[in-house]
């Protein structure tokens, strides 16, 4: 998390050693890729992520002291400097960024585009550069004209707010169904919104 009082993490703490990691904003969104991944084991996720996030050799091979490491690290990426889920994942369990309305890598070119317009950074040329920290924190103050909160918007909106404005309605769906998420695709979710505010309409206009 940003801090004005404290450097970002470049560091950790093991056995009264310091080790190097590296958390460029690129290798943690490679890493959230690898936790959301299906084709990989849990074993598989803790040695990727461990491999993406530390630079020193740490002269063992214990899948249980890197998984210790990993989970650190990402409690650490996750932190938010204002309220809490409710559905949080437990400390002992390592887990992706909870965002259900962007995906860092689909909407990747309107993460670019947003930065370059509202900051002026090309963050094709921060990559392996800028801190996640740095990243983060301007990703969420990004303003709300910029692409990618636009189409944050645009899934995050609820049909039943236009249940009186078909021609909106119809242009919101519209939005919601170009931008729909991948990983929403299988819940349908695009589908259920859309159908339960045009059942709406109809009836009401019998």
């Known amino acids: 998390m940003f801090s004005f009082t404290k450097r970002p993490e470049k560091t950790i703490q093991l056995a009264n050693r310091e080790y190097r990691i ?80 962007f995906d860092y890598e689909q909407d990747a070119g309107a993460i670019y585009a947003s930065f370059l317009n509202f900051y002026h950074i090309d963050l094709n040329q921060m990559i392996g550069r800028m801190h996640w920290d740095e990243f983060k924190a301007l990703f969420d103050n990004l303003g709300a004209e910029t692409p990618i909160q636009k189409i944050r918007q645009y899934r995050s909106d609820d049909l039943t707010h236009y249940k009186d404005d078909a021609e909106r309605a119809q242009f919101v769906s519209s939005q919601q169904f170009y931008y729909q998420l991948d990983k929403d695709k299988g819940t349908d979710m695009f589908s259920g919104n859309a159908s339960s505010v045009f059942s709406m309409m109809f009836e009401e206009g019998k």
């Open 22 to 101: 590296n958390l460029a904003f690129d290798v943690v969104i490679s890493a959230f890729g690898v936790l959301d991944s299906e084709e990989l084991d849990d074993e598989d996720k803790i040695e990727q992520c461990f491999d993406l996030f530390i630079i020193d050799d740490l002269g063992f091979d214990s899948l249980a002291v890197k998984s210790d490491i990993v989970s650190s690290i990402f409690q650490y990426i996750n932190e938010q400097p204002y309220g809490h889920r409710d559905d949080e994942e437990t400390d002992d369990e390592p887990a992706s960024e909870f965002h259900s309305d």
